[in-house]
């Protein structure tokens, strides 16, 4: 019998996990399978059960349910107990191991495939949710120049700069609150892109950009923050894809204890939109 992984969400069709973790699989020579698992949105812990039920060994987590994984963890990492949201599900016995390999995954995407270094960089980070709390420990542990945070509601800003202060320079406010600074590096951590929808931003703040990142992806053009961002000057556009193949890789080894090569991974899927 196959050992058993899956993505879960919802939504989660759109996922390429299952392609990445396949090449993995294959690439390193692992006997295993990969699949999706769209949980109801009131429905995460349920099937999580029934998943470990059915032989399941691990799960990657993804939009809505990183802080009700975190919750459900028997263990956690550091990198998951600082941040208070959980990506990587391992199942051993009775224990539900909860680790965070967002933050690792978008670190060595934009310093290693896209050649930016993230030191004395202002940055500021959209979103205030779980994939935006699972980035900031490793994007602070970068020491750039600030980290700003901004969400489009204030408080739930505020209560990551609260958490997170004691690791770097980091501030809080809404979508509108920085229009008047200059920021390097751009990254959108809101869900928005998933629903064809922009985050409420002021144009101009694209102009200094080096980077704008958006953590999600379209299989078919550019997400509606890149476009926007394009439009307003930034220079570099990434999607989440470098993101999603790194933070894949990590997942794979706290699974499997093999670390694949990404690069040819990255390669594959940007070559094509139908995997």
């Given at each position: ?47 999580v059960e029934n998943f470990r039920q059915q032989g399941g060994r691990g799960l990657n987590v993804t939009v809505p349910f990183k802080l009700e994984a975190y919750q ?84 739930k800003a505020e209560i990551l700069q609260e958490q997170f202060i004691p690791y770097g320079k980091i501030v809080a406010g809404d979508f509108r609150q920085f229009s ?11 869900s928005a892109s998933l629903h064809n929808e922009l985050p409420d931003l002021p144009p101009h703040i694209f102009t200094h950009a080096e980077l704008a990142y958006d ?61």
């Open positions: 019998m196959l050992d058993l992984y899956a993505v879960i969400g919802n939504p989660v069709s759109h996922s390429k996990s299952p392609a990445i973790h396949s090449a993995f699989a294959l690439q390193t020579n692992q006997t295993m399978e990969y699949t999706t698992l769209l949980a109801p949105i009131d429905g995460f812990k349920a099937a459900l963890s028997t263990r956690l990492t550091e990198r998951a107990r600082i941040a208070q949201a959980v990506n990587t599900l391992k199942f051993e016995g009775n224990e539900i191991s909860g680790d965070n390999t967002d933050g690792a995954g978008l670190v060595r995407d934009i310093e290693s495939n896209l050649l930016i270094p993230i030191a004395a960089k202002r940055v500021l980070l959209l979103g205030a949710g779980g994939a935006a709390r699972g980035v900031i420990l490793p994007l602070l542990q970068k020491e750039p120049a600030l980290l700003a945070i901004a969400n489009r509601t204030i408080n008047e600074e200059k920021f390097d590096i751009i990254i959108n951590a809101t953590m999600m992806y379209n299989q078919e053009a550019l997400t509606p923050f890149l476009k926007f961002a394009q439009q307003h000057g930034a220079r570099q556009l990434a999607d989440g894809i470098g993101m999603l193949v790194e933070q894949a890789a990590e997942s794979f080894f706290v699974w499997r204890n093999v670390k694949p090569l990404t690069k040819p991974v990255i390669a594959m899927l940007k070559s094509t939109n139908k995997i």
